[in-house]
C-alpha cells in the first residue's frame, strides 16, 4: 500500500524554526523527485519546495527561498523540510508528495493525487 505520512508540525513563534518529516512506504522512494507543499485556510495548495530523486537538485518557491531546506534520505525512505525564520504567513497545513520532476513543483506535477494526511504549521506573531 502506497502511503505518505508527515509530522513534525506544531506552534512556533515567529522567528523560529520546525524540521517536517514525511516517511514514504510502499513504492521505491529513491526512483521518485519529491516535493512539499502547503495549504493556508482559504487558499489553493501550493508547492513550497521540490528535490530530484537524488536531492542533488532543489527548488524553492520565492516566499521560501533562504529560509527553508529540503533533503532526503533515500535510506530511510524520508523527506526533510527544515523551516527557519518562519513568519506568521508560513501557517498552514504542510504535505508531501511525488512529483513529475523536481523543477515543476507544482500540483500538476504530483503523481496519482497521492498525499498524506498532512502536518499542520502554525506561526504566532
Known amino acids: 500500500q502506497v502511503q505518505l505520512m508527515e509530522s513534525g508540525g506544531g506552534l512556533v513563534q515567529a522567528g523560529g524554526s520546525l524540521r517536517l518529516s514525511c516517511t514514504a512506504s510502499?513504492?521505491?522512494?529513491?526512483?521518485?523527485?519529491m516535493g512539499w507543499f502547503r495549504q493556508a485556510p482559504g487558499k489553493e495548495r501550493e508547492g513550497v519546495s521540490c528535490t530530484s530523486w537524488s536531492g542533488a537538485r532543489t527548488y524553492y518557491a520565492d516566499s521560501v527561498k533562504d529560509r527553508f531546506i529540503i533533503s532526503r534520505s533515500n535510506a530511510e525512505n524520508t523527506l526533510y523540510l527544515q523551516m527557519n525564520r518562519l513568519k506568521p504567513e508560513d501557517t498552514a497545513m504542510y504535505y508531501c508528495?511525488?512529483?513529475?520532476?523536481?523543477?515543476?513543483?507544482?500540483?500538476?506535477?504530483?503523481?496519482?493525487?497521492?498525499w498524506g494526511q498532512g502536518t499542520q504549521v502554525t506561526v504566532s506573531s
Open positions: 510502499g513504492f521505491a522512494f529513491d526512483d521518485y523527485p
Open positions: 508528495a511525488a512529483v513529475s520532476t523536481y523543477a515543476d513543483c507544482s500540483i500538476a506535477s504530483v503523481r496519482n493525487n497521492l
